[in-house]
């Protein structure tokens, strides 16, 4: 289990965290957007391994992080302009986003 940032902030249209060991990512909202992980977003596997649902949108590029609210104290949900705010974005995974960015 990843451990929690010491900080998590918006700053402008970008997610910020930073760790007590002095690391920090930055995401950008279209990123985060692009890759929740919710399943509106990328669909869900049925007990055959089929995915089903899913967005066929992959770009967001003027999309705005409104608020992020804590989900116990492993991760994050985050409400975006567009209303979406169904994905949980664990301290892990956003730290597997940043590598992408």
């Not at 451990?3 to 990512?25: K, Y």
């Not at 977003?41 to 899913?54: A, P, R, W």
């Not at 705005?64 to 169904?86: M, Q």
Request: proline share 4%.
């Amino acid at each position: 289990m990843h451990p929690a940032p010491s900080r998590c902030e918006v700053i402008g249209n970008t997610l910020s965290l930073q760790w007590d060991s002095g690391d920090e990512i930055y995401l950008d909202a279209s990123l985060l957007r692009s890759q929740s992980p919710s399943a509106e977003n990328k669909g869900e596997t049925d007990i055959f391994g089929q995915v089903s649902g899913g967005q066929t949108k992959t770009e967001f590029p003027n999309i705005k992080i409104i608020n992020i609210s804590s989900v116990g104290n492993y991760a994050i949900r985050i409400l975006f302009s567009d209303g979406h705010s169904t994905g949980i974005f664990s301290w892990e995974y956003l730290t597997s986003l940043a590598k992408l960015s």
